[in-house]
């Protein structure tokens, strides 16, 4: 069993619908991070999570610690949202991040 | 402010020459990380740099790889004799320190292909 789980790993939807993430980890954490890459791209940091929920412009991410749990929410889903969402977890600050497999997501306009 | 930048963004290599990945931190960032995310798989750590000092090489095959960071200049990520199986995306990181305050910035990745 990975360390880090993702589900769902694909994911289609039509614009303006509401998307989840969900992250689920086994080992104790530090922090939690929601990274984006886009096909052939970067990869962008999108959230760097220790509790709580955290918002910025569409996007919300939730931890629960006790859970271990995380879940990246988009909201008025857009077709440029379309990329690969991947949670990290982190043990000892930032080094060594363990990655989840990644959610591939598709808005179809 | 430039992110962290990386070079090359494509590199070729036939089978047995040397690849060198550079990743130029952030400003004011002192902690480098290497990643590497091979075809169809997910991002695996391979090394954790400070200036002049390899913090954490776990990650890091055995043989043919190798890190440094030195006091002047980008992190460079060597590897020799390269064969097909190390074909893959190399993603360098920084951050200013492991602090759990401390977010962690990509760079755009090094796309390495052997031939």
């Known amino acids: 069993k990975n360390e880090v789980e993702q589900s769902p790993q694909n994911l289609t939807a039509q614009e303006g619908e509401f998307i989840t993430i969900n992250c689920s980890y086994s080992?104790?954490?530090?922090?939690l991070h929601w990274l984006q890459q886009h096909p052939g791209g970067g990869i962008v940091s999108l959230f760097m999570?220790?509790?709580g929920k955290k918002k910025h412009g569409r996007l919300i991410a939730t931890i629960n610690i006790q859970e271990k749990h995380s879940s990246l929410h988009i909201t008025a889903s857009h077709p440029r949202d379309s990329a690969v969402y991947i949670c990290?977890?982190?043990?000892?600050?930032?080094?060594?991040?363990?990655f989840g497999q990644g959610t591939r997501l598709t808005i179809n306009p | 402010n430039a992110g962290v930048m990386q070079n090359p963004r494509h590199l070729v290599r036939r089978r047995g020459q040397e690849a060198r990945l550079r990743c130029s931190p952030m400003?004011?960032?002192?902690?480098v990380y290497w990643y590497r995310q091979l075809p169809e798989e997910g991002l695996k750590f391979m090394v954790y740099?400070?200036?002049?000092?390899?913090?954490?090489e776990s990650g890091m095959p055995k043989e043919r790889f190798s890190a440094e960071f030195p006091k002047e200049g980008p992190s460079i990520l060597r590897i020799q004799q390269v064969v097909r199986g190390d074909s893959a995306a190399y993603f360098c990181?920084?951050?200013?320190?492991?602090?759990?305050?401390?977010?962690?910035?990509f760079g755009e990745g090094s796309w390495l292909t052997v031939v």
């Open positions: 990181a920084s951050s200013p320190s492991t602090g759990t305050g401390n977010t962690i910035y």
């Open positions: 080992v104790g954490i530090s922090a």
């Open positions: 999570l220790s509790s």
């Open positions: 990290a977890v982190g043990s000892q600050g930032a080094q060594k991040l363990v």
């Open positions: 400003k004011g960032h002192s902690h």
């Open positions: 740099l400070q200036k002049e000092n390899i913090i954490d």
